[in-house]
């Protein structure tokens, strides 16, 4: 299939990338490299032993929908481009609104010019906002900053463009807290920037580019006390999408999934997988609560499994030693400097 890849140069759509050039797909990747590097391209071209097309842009640009669309037809649209902080969200509303929101809608009128009819979208757990998990697809959603809103709204605006049109053919893809980096430790996450995610700032730790991890909060209601996730290695995410793109080819209409492992890790069960992959402690000390944080959120995986024929297979032991190989070979992420 010929796919159109946006964001595909970041770090979940760099190793999805991967696995749909090794599967025989064609892939083009429009990306305007605000967040992402072309090095990840670079090398996700010497793993698969063939290129993907790229162009530089942005696709709230009307010029480049235009170019990717009209140069490469694709037959499937795999839609990762976005900002994705909470923080930043609070303070740029309206940038989280036009990139993340007016820009898939541009897209997907983009999609409906050119017969496109196949669309798989980047969500996120944190449309479940402070809900008790596991949490199903059904279960109430109810994000709880700008950023959880566009994923919310641009979920909602792509189930009615399905009711509207038989033959489109969405599925959504809720995110729960993606980590590890491809075994090859070519490819990883790089985070500009201090990092606002857990694994990446332990990673930084564990190398000595960071003194020390704050644990926000080990008061909660869990079994430690601290924040829970549902950790899924990216290598299980990436084969998620194909899975997806499977799946729509004969189910048009709006879908949607969890992706997740169904099992919730604390932050210091994760510190410490983490110091067992890299061999020495990692400093932390307890901080006060980071506003906005839930006690705890995973997945109940179970539609996925059921059909999409997909699961989670990679452990957190692996996660945390595949995150360990990447950070070794590339402490300065994609930078050479
Ligand atoms: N944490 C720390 N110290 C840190 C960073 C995080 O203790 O320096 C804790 C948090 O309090 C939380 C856990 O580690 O308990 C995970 O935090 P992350 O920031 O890694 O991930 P979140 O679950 O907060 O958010 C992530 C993504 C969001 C997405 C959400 C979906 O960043 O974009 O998962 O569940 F919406």
């Not at 700032?201 to 991890?213: D, N």
């Not at 990692?282 to 499994?305: L, M």
């Amino acid at each position: 299939m010929r796919v159109l890849v946006t964001g595909g140069a970041g770090y979940i759509g760099s190793h999805t990338v991967l696995l749909l050039l090794e599967s025989g797909h064609d892939v083009l990747v429009v990306d305007d490299l605000s967040n992402a590097s072309a090095e990840s391209l670079r090398r996700v071209a010497e793993l698969a032993g063939r290129e993907p097309g790229f162009i530089e842009g942005n696709i709230a640009d009307p010029a480049v929908l235009e170019r990717a669309f009209g140069e490469f037809s694709p037959e499937a649209v795999i839609h990762f481009a976005g900002w994705k902080a909470v923080g930043e969200s609070t303070q740029l509303p309206l940038v989280y609104y036009r990139e993340n929101v007016a820009a898939t809608v541009a897209l997907a009128q983009a999609m409906a010019d050119h017969g496109c009819h196949l669309l798989v979208f980047s969500s996120s757990a944190t449309v479940y906002g402070d809900g008790t998990p596991p949490f199903t697809e059904d279960a109430p959603t109810g994000a709880t900053n700008p950023y959880g809103r566009t994923k919310w709204m641009i979920e909602q605006i792509l189930a009615d463009a399905a009711a509207a049109d038989p033959q489109l053919a969405v599925g959504v893809l809720r995110y729960f807290n993606p980590i590890g980096a491809h075994p090859s430790g070519r490819i990883g996450e790089d985070p500009r920037g201090i990092p606002n995610n857990l694994v990446p700032f332990v990673a930084q730790v564990a190398s000595g580019r960071l003194a020390q991890l704050a644990v926000f909060g080990d008061d909660y209601d869990t079994e430690d006390g601290t924040g829970v996730r549902d950790y899924v290695h990216v290598m299980d995410l990436a084969a998620g999408h194909l899975a997806a793109l499977d799946y729509l080819v004969d189910h048009p209409g709006w879908n949607v999934w969890n992706l997740g492992t169904g099992h919730g890790a604390s932050v210091l069960q994760v510190v410490h997988a983490y110091e067992q992959a890299c061999g020495h402690p990692i400093a932390y000390a307890v901080k006060p609560r980071r506003p906005g944080d839930v006690a705890a959120s995973f997945a109940d995986p179970a539609k996925a499994n059921r059909e999409l024929g997909w699961q989670a297979t990679r452990t957190l032991d692996e996660m945390c030693a595949d995150t360990y190989r990447w950070q070794s070979a590339n402490p300065n992420g994609y930078r050479t400097d």
